[in-house]
Protein backbone atom coordinates (compact mmCIF):
# COMPACT_ATOMS: atom_id res chain seq x y z
CA UNK A 1 0.00 0.00 0.00
CA UNK A 2 0.89 3.65 0.15
CA UNK A 3 3.52 5.21 2.36
CA UNK A 4 3.30 8.07 4.10
CA UNK A 5 3.29 10.97 2.33
CA UNK A 6 4.86 14.43 3.01
CA UNK A 7 3.64 17.60 1.18
CA UNK A 8 5.36 20.28 0.13
CA UNK A 9 8.74 18.11 -0.51
CA UNK A 10 10.30 21.51 -0.65
CA UNK A 11 9.93 25.08 1.16
CA UNK A 12 11.40 28.10 0.75
CA UNK A 13 10.08 31.08 2.65
CA UNK A 14 11.04 34.33 3.61
CA UNK A 15 11.35 35.27 7.53
CA UNK A 16 8.57 35.69 9.61
CA UNK A 17 6.29 34.21 7.41
CA UNK A 18 4.18 31.46 8.09
CA UNK A 19 4.56 27.82 6.69
CA UNK A 20 1.91 25.04 7.21
CA UNK A 21 3.93 21.41 6.23
CA UNK A 22 1.14 18.54 5.52
CA UNK A 23 1.35 14.87 6.47
CA UNK A 24 -0.14 11.70 5.01
CA UNK A 25 0.04 8.81 7.24
CA UNK A 26 -0.31 5.02 6.27
CA UNK A 27 -3.91 4.39 5.99
CA UNK A 28 -5.23 2.74 9.51
CA UNK A 29 -2.14 4.02 11.29
CA UNK A 30 -3.39 5.20 14.47
CA UNK A 31 0.36 6.78 15.72
CA UNK A 32 1.66 9.83 14.31
CA UNK A 33 4.42 11.77 14.95
CA UNK A 34 6.37 14.79 13.90
CA UNK A 35 10.59 14.79 14.05
CA UNK A 36 13.29 17.94 12.55
CA UNK A 37 15.96 16.98 11.05
CA UNK A 38 19.05 19.78 10.73
CA UNK A 39 21.61 19.29 8.28
CA UNK A 40 24.11 16.38 9.17
CA UNK A 41 21.92 15.64 12.47
CA UNK A 42 19.93 12.97 14.14
CA UNK A 43 15.81 13.17 14.54
CA UNK A 44 14.50 15.91 17.37
CA UNK A 45 11.00 14.85 18.49
CA UNK A 46 8.54 17.63 17.92
CA UNK A 47 5.07 16.22 18.69
CA UNK A 48 2.97 12.64 18.78
CA UNK A 49 -0.65 12.38 18.31
CA UNK A 50 -1.83 8.93 19.36
CA UNK A 51 -5.36 7.64 18.37
CA UNK A 52 -7.92 10.36 20.11
CA UNK A 53 -6.07 10.81 23.46
CA UNK A 54 -4.12 14.67 24.05
CA UNK A 55 -1.17 15.02 21.92
CA UNK A 56 2.43 14.87 23.27
CA UNK A 57 4.10 18.39 22.42
CA UNK A 58 6.65 18.05 24.66
CA UNK A 59 9.50 17.94 21.61
CA UNK A 60 7.84 21.62 20.24
CA UNK A 61 10.87 24.14 20.94
CA UNK A 62 8.70 27.26 21.09
CA UNK A 63 5.13 28.04 20.91
CA UNK A 64 5.54 29.38 17.20
CA UNK A 65 5.14 25.70 16.58
CA UNK A 66 2.00 23.69 16.51
CA UNK A 67 -0.13 20.98 15.11
CA UNK A 68 -2.92 19.42 14.40
CA UNK A 69 -4.39 16.10 13.07
CA UNK A 70 -8.09 15.80 11.88
CA UNK A 71 -10.27 13.13 11.80
CA UNK A 72 -7.58 11.09 13.22
CA UNK A 73 -5.89 11.05 9.86
CA UNK A 74 -3.95 13.73 7.91
CA UNK A 75 -1.93 15.86 10.14
CA UNK A 76 -0.45 19.72 9.39
CA UNK A 77 2.19 21.22 11.61
CA UNK A 78 2.13 24.82 11.34
CA UNK A 79 4.99 27.48 12.19
CA UNK A 80 4.44 30.72 12.46
CA UNK A 81 6.50 33.88 12.39
CA UNK A 82 9.29 31.39 11.00
CA UNK A 83 13.29 32.32 11.52
CA UNK A 84 16.10 31.48 9.74
CA UNK A 85 16.75 28.50 12.55
CA UNK A 86 13.83 26.99 11.74
CA UNK A 87 15.52 25.94 8.51
CA UNK A 88 15.33 22.24 8.10
CA UNK A 89 13.71 19.26 7.04
CA UNK A 90 11.00 18.13 8.86
CA UNK A 91 9.76 14.53 9.22
CA UNK A 92 6.22 12.70 9.36
CA UNK A 93 5.82 9.03 10.75
CA UNK A 94 3.25 6.83 11.38
CA UNK A 95 2.76 3.71 13.39
CA UNK A 96 0.07 0.45 13.68
CA UNK A 97 -1.47 0.41 16.94
CA UNK A 98 0.59 -2.88 17.69
CA UNK A 99 2.95 -2.51 20.69
CA UNK A 100 6.36 -2.43 19.61
CA UNK A 101 6.14 -1.75 15.90
CA UNK A 102 8.34 0.37 14.08
CA UNK A 103 7.76 3.74 12.75
CA UNK A 104 7.10 4.36 8.74
CA UNK A 105 8.79 7.07 7.66
CA UNK A 106 7.49 10.15 4.98
CA UNK A 107 10.52 11.71 2.49
CA UNK A 108 10.38 14.91 4.64
CA UNK A 109 9.74 18.18 3.86
CA UNK A 110 13.02 20.11 3.52
CA UNK A 111 12.26 24.05 5.02
CA UNK A 112 14.36 26.71 4.06
CA UNK A 113 14.03 29.98 5.45
CA UNK A 114 15.91 33.02 4.32
CA UNK B 1 22.15 15.21 26.00
CA UNK B 2 21.60 12.12 23.39
CA UNK B 3 19.79 9.59 25.38
CA UNK B 4 21.27 6.83 22.55
CA UNK B 5 24.45 7.50 20.73
CA UNK B 6 26.92 6.17 18.52
CA UNK B 7 30.51 5.22 18.93
CA UNK B 8 31.89 6.55 15.61
CA UNK B 9 29.92 9.10 13.09
CA UNK B 10 31.81 7.21 10.10
CA UNK B 11 32.61 3.82 8.48
CA UNK B 12 34.18 3.12 5.35
CA UNK B 13 34.33 -0.76 4.48
CA UNK B 14 35.34 -1.81 1.15
CA UNK B 15 32.48 -4.07 -1.09
CA UNK B 16 32.20 -7.60 0.13
CA UNK B 17 33.48 -6.96 4.06
CA UNK B 18 31.10 -7.39 6.80
CA UNK B 19 29.93 -3.95 8.39
CA UNK B 20 29.38 -3.74 12.51
CA UNK B 21 28.00 -0.38 13.08
CA UNK B 22 27.66 0.27 17.21
CA UNK B 23 24.84 1.80 19.38
CA UNK B 24 24.69 2.67 22.82
CA UNK B 25 21.44 3.72 25.04
CA UNK B 26 21.28 5.25 28.62
CA UNK B 27 17.69 3.92 29.03
CA UNK B 28 17.33 0.35 30.91
CA UNK B 29 13.61 0.96 30.46
CA UNK B 30 13.66 0.95 26.92
CA UNK B 31 11.68 -2.57 25.28
CA UNK B 32 12.54 -1.94 21.56
CA UNK B 33 15.35 -1.18 19.28
CA UNK B 34 14.98 0.07 15.91
CA UNK B 35 18.07 0.32 13.06
CA UNK B 36 16.95 3.17 10.61
CA UNK B 37 18.68 3.59 7.06
CA UNK B 38 18.59 6.60 5.54
CA UNK B 39 19.70 7.70 2.50
CA UNK B 40 20.35 11.25 1.10
CA UNK B 41 16.76 13.52 0.31
CA UNK B 42 15.24 10.31 1.99
CA UNK B 43 12.98 9.75 5.01
CA UNK B 44 14.66 7.18 7.49
CA UNK B 45 13.61 3.59 6.36
CA UNK B 46 13.22 0.73 8.83
CA UNK B 47 15.61 -2.14 8.54
CA UNK B 48 15.40 -4.26 11.38
CA UNK B 49 14.13 -4.34 14.77
CA UNK B 50 14.65 -6.64 18.23
CA UNK B 51 12.21 -6.46 21.64
CA UNK B 52 13.64 -6.54 24.74
CA UNK B 53 13.75 -10.31 25.61
CA UNK B 54 15.71 -11.01 22.72
CA UNK B 55 19.26 -10.76 22.16
CA UNK B 56 19.84 -11.61 19.09
CA UNK B 57 17.60 -11.04 15.43
CA UNK B 58 18.58 -11.99 11.67
CA UNK B 59 17.27 -10.92 8.78
CA UNK B 60 18.30 -10.91 5.35
CA UNK B 61 22.33 -9.53 5.61
CA UNK B 62 21.28 -7.91 8.72
CA UNK B 63 21.50 -8.94 12.01
CA UNK B 64 20.79 -7.16 15.26
CA UNK B 65 22.51 -7.91 18.58
CA UNK B 66 21.23 -6.52 21.95
CA UNK B 67 23.46 -6.45 25.08
CA UNK B 68 21.26 -5.21 27.94
CA UNK B 69 23.59 -5.98 30.62
CA UNK B 70 25.94 -3.06 29.25
CA UNK B 71 23.32 -0.92 27.17
CA UNK B 72 24.48 -2.00 23.79
CA UNK B 73 23.14 -2.44 20.49
CA UNK B 74 24.79 -3.34 17.29
CA UNK B 75 23.95 -3.47 13.60
CA UNK B 76 26.37 -6.23 11.73
CA UNK B 77 25.41 -6.17 7.53
CA UNK B 78 26.84 -9.66 6.14
CA UNK B 79 29.12 -8.88 2.34
CA UNK B 80 28.56 -5.18 2.58
CA UNK B 81 27.27 -3.61 -1.08
CA UNK B 82 28.00 0.14 -2.40
CA UNK B 83 23.94 0.56 -2.34
CA UNK B 84 23.96 -0.13 1.52
CA UNK B 85 25.88 3.29 1.73
CA UNK B 86 23.45 5.64 3.77
CA UNK B 87 23.48 6.88 7.27
CA UNK B 88 22.20 4.15 9.70
CA UNK B 89 20.11 5.46 12.64
CA UNK B 90 19.51 3.48 16.33
CA UNK B 91 16.40 4.48 18.35
CA UNK B 92 14.97 3.38 21.23
CA UNK B 93 11.68 3.19 22.73
CA UNK B 94 11.86 4.25 26.32
CA UNK B 95 7.91 2.90 27.06
CA UNK B 96 4.34 2.32 25.76
CA UNK B 97 2.88 5.86 24.48
CA UNK B 98 6.32 7.33 24.42
CA UNK B 99 8.05 8.52 21.17
CA UNK B 100 11.15 6.86 19.50
CA UNK B 101 14.80 8.40 20.52
CA UNK B 102 17.13 8.58 17.77
CA UNK B 103 21.15 8.84 18.03
CA UNK B 104 22.99 10.98 15.30
CA UNK B 105 23.94 8.32 13.07
CA UNK B 106 26.74 6.82 11.56
CA UNK B 107 27.61 7.22 7.75
CA UNK B 108 28.87 4.07 5.96
CA UNK B 109 30.88 4.93 3.23
CA UNK B 110 31.04 1.35 1.08
CA UNK B 111 33.97 1.12 -1.87
CA UNK B 112 33.94 -0.94 -4.83
Known amino acids: GAGVSQSPSNKVTEKGKDVELRCDPI?????LYWYRQSLGQGLEFLIYFQGNSAPDKSGLPSDRFSAERTGGSVSTLTIQRTQQEDSAVYLC????????????FGNGTRLTVT | GESVGLHLPTLSVQEGDNSIINCAYS??????FIWYKQESGKGPQFIIDIRSNMDKRQGQRVTVLLNKTVKHLSLQIAATQPGDSAVYFC???????????FGKGTTLSVSS
Open chain 1, 93 to 104: ASRSGQVNSPLH
Open chain 2, 91 to 101: AENPGAGTALI
Open chain 1, 27 to 31: SGHTA
Open chain 2, 27 to 32: NSASDY
